[in-house]
């Protein structure tokens, strides 16, 4: 067995209870500085009793995975090049949309402005999206980091080579898209998180078997800490991990995958986030088309089986089973 797996899954249950043990102190910080949700109109009627719930959550995923990661690389960091260095692309990626998603969510609950729930314009968001995607991928290209240009697809034994200019723009739209997409998916308690670990395992699972150590060690830290905030976010949530917390799972998972050269198989694993974002492009640009129909009772489409009668927890739960699922074929198609 790659004795980087073992080592990885104690890092993750270390994780785990570093998270559960802090979290609820931190909630309790949130309360009283009253950092709650606002519901946005529209939304299934169940959910206006969720207003007030402690957001920004995401904070409590960051800084454990952070502390941990950056210690327990610190040494490999100054001394072996490269090679160790590869763990900050992921954690810089972390770091810049978590303080974005931090950013539109403080926004979000200020009530001086007059917009409550509002945050940052969607114009500025995605810009700054685009503009840190871009900057990771261009150093990522000039550091020769490994499957740099490259991507790897199943039956095809040799990594095949891309001209730069289109291998940075595919990453962009893929850290841009997944980022995006995981914050999508984060409308019920449990969900996002549940689902991001899922396909964080998957990749873990792949990186070792390419002896990929640092991005091993990166993925099932971020699985421990996904599983310690569920903790506090399984239903009734207590806590919500906000944009804070979505945009930057998002955007690292897809900045994993790009590192393993596996990323063709990204909307796979991470099937159930593409599936959201796909539902609400889809829902605008029939609504335009058709003059104000629907395709979906409501989007995203885990709204639309909230809508046909499935309870919060039943959404989660067979969602959950078809991310672990798609983890586990992704995984499959990995190997051939």
Request: aromatic share 12%; proline share 5%.
């Amino acid at each position: 067995m790659n004795n980087d797996i073992p080592f990885s899954l104690a890092l993750g249950g270390f994780t785990f209870l570093l998270v559960a043990i802090w979290g609820g102190p931190f909630v309790e910080i949130l309360r009283r500085l009253k950092i709650g949700k606002n519901i946005r109109e529209g939304m299934p009627d169940e959910h206006y009793k969720k207003k007030g719930t402690p957001t920004m959550g995401g904070i409590l995923i960051l800084l454990p995975v952070l502390a941990i990661a950056f210690g327990l690389n610190l040494a490999n960091l100054l001394n072996e090049g490269l090679t160790g260095q590869s763990i900050m692309i992921p954690l810089s990626v972390l770091v810049g949309y978590g303080l974005l998603g931090a950013y539109d969510d403080w926004e979000g609950i200020q009530t001086s402005r007059g917009n409550i729930g509002e945050g940052i314009s969607p114009r500025f968001k995605f810009g700054a999206q685009l503009l840190l995607a871009a900057i990771v991928l261009y150093l990522m290209n000039s550091f020769d980091i490994a499957f740099s240009n490259q991507v790897l697809i199943p039956l095809i034994p040799e990594p095949i080579d891309l001209p730069p200019v289109l291998w940075i723009v595919t990453g962009v739209f893929l850290i841009v898209g997944m980022s995006n997409a995981v914050n999508l998916i984060d409308g019920l308690d449990g969900l996002a998180g549940i689902i991001t670990a899922s396909a964080y395992i998957a990749y873990g699972l792949i990186s070792a078997l390419q002896g990929q150590t640092f991005i091993t060690q990166f993925c099932f830290i971020m699985v421990g800490a996904c599983f310690g905030f569920l903790w506090y976010n399984a239903n009734p949530a207590q806590l919500f991990m906000g944009d804070t917390g979505s945009l930057a799972l998002g955007a690292a998972l897809a900045t994993v995958a790009i590192m393993t050269g596996q990323w063709f198989l990204l909307p796979l694993i991470a099937i159930l986030p593409v599936s959201a974002a796909l539902s609400v492009v889809i829902q605008v640009a029939y609504f335009k088309w058709s003059g104000g129909q629907r395709i979906f009772l409501k989007a995203p489409i885990h709204h639309h089986f909230e809508e046909l009668g499935w309870s919060e927890t039943q959404v989660v739960q067979r969602f959950w089973l078809v991310g672990i699922l798609a983890a586990m074929v992704g995984v499959s198609l990995a190997l051939l």
